[in-house]
């Protein structure tokens, strides 16, 4: 093969990181200090319209912390999406309540509000939408649900800095949100995650507990966690937060090449977007035949160098971990996801020429099983 492997995911880690992290280690203070402080702040102002932020170890941490914070605990039920990272459903698990899974329409993979409805029952006390692939959801329909039965709404913004509907940016939708700084996210920390708050007690409740439930030195108010991040993530996190924006624009210059060149190819469906959505490509994906995904995927690889990945292969309901807690949920739509979906490369490091190569990869391989 001429041309180098195409990945389906490439961090961008530059000098002005490994300058950032040196100066915090030169410092000789490492934990959490007043690099993470400034993170939060500067998090806060770009991404989530000042609200109060907390920084914690992962987004994991962040969205287990968050439901802690807001109460959530045995004998809830909180409506999560089943099509998602298993993080979110586990998050709801980790507390004592039950995860309940609801179906996603199929333009943008994300929580059908029909479904949710379907869903709600007297223990229910939140809906946790997945803003997934960076497409926001649906969110002016889930707040009308949940304000007609007295829900709370938390955000999984794991996939989705920098996302809006309607004009709100993502994490400014709900009484909190998670956005996750892992290395394949739009942007990293190295691991962490942000959890932005609608108001001060419920990050105070998060920042009691990531800090053991100190407030004080020694004077533990309840029982917590350590889910700290170090300064020197946050270092990273900072010098991240001042390139994402131009990211994201390729992201999205990439996505519209691949619109453009994948449309019309038979047998692909390319990504929709709503009408007032700003998508994020955290991934591109499109769907293809499920009795053709496994090959198309083999071929892209092999035959033309061109990485892809299927987000996400068993739907979280089915899986042995969760599935106790969805006896007999069938969810028709997510099954078909599940089994059509393939992102392809759409990160920033990408230039035209790997777009015009992942194009005619596809083009080639789905001709060659028509
Ligand atoms: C990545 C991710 C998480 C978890 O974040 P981590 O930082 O990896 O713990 C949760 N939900 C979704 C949808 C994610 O993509």
Redesign the pocket.
């Known amino acids: 093969m001429a041309s180098e492997f195409i990945p389906a995911a490439k961090p961008i880690i530059g000098e002005a990181e490994r300058e950032a992290v040196d100066r915090v280690l030169r410092s000789g203070m490492i934990a959490q200090g007043p690099e993470v402080a400034a993170f939060e702040r500067e998090f806060a102002d770009h991404f989530a319209e000042g609200r109060p932020t907390v920084a914690v170890n ?6 287990h912390l968050g439901l802690l914070a807001a109460g959530v605990g045995p004998g809830d039920e909180v409506i999560v999406p089943s099509f ?5 459903g586990n ?1 709801v698990a980790l507390t004592g309540a039950s995860p309940v899974f609801a179906d996603i329409e199929p333009d943008t993979f994300t929580l059908d509000p029909a479904s949710v409805r379907a869903a709600i029952t007297p223990r229910t006390t939140a809906i946790m939408p ?3 692939y960076g497409h926001p959801f649906l969110a002016d329909e889930i707040a009308a649900l949940a304000a007609e039965h007295g829900l709370a709404v938390y955000e ?1 913004a ?2 989705a800095h920098g996302a809006s509907w309607r004009g709100r940016p993502v994490g400014a939708l709900g009484d909190f949100a ?1 956005f ?3 290395p ?2 739009n942007m990293t920390s190295g ?3 942000m959890v932005v708050c609608a108001d001060e007690d419920l990050a105070r409740r998060v920042r009691l507990l990531r800090n053991q439930g100190m407030e004080r030195q020694y004077e533990n108010e309840v029982v917590g966690f350590n889910a700290r991040m170090t300064d020197i993530h946050a270092a990273i996190g900072r010098v991240q937060l001042g390139r994402v924006d131009a990211w994201t624009a390729a992201r999205r210059r990439n996505a519209a090449a691949l619109d453009a060149g994948l449309r019309g190819i038979a047998g692909v469906a390319v990504p929709r977007v709503r009408e007032g959505a700003v998508h994020v490509y ?1 991934q591109y994906t499109i769907r293809v035949p499920a009795s053709e995904r496994d090959r198309i995927r083999g071929a892209l690889k092999e035959e033309h160098g061109v990485g892809s990945g299927v ?1 996400y292969p068993i739907p979280n309901h089915r899986l042995p971990s969760l599935a106790r807690f969805a006896p007999g949920v069938e969810l028709p739509e997510t099954e078909r996801a599940a089994a059509e979906v393939l992102s392809l490369p759409v990160h920033p490091s990408l230039g035209e020429p790997d777009i015009e190569r992942i194009v005619a990869a596809v083009a080639a391989v789905s001709r060659a099983g028509a």
């Open positions: 992962s987004g994991t941490s962040g969205l998602t990272f298993a993080a979110t998050a997945v803003h997934l999984d794991a996939q998670m996750s700084l892992y394949t996210k691991e962490g995650g955290h987000y």
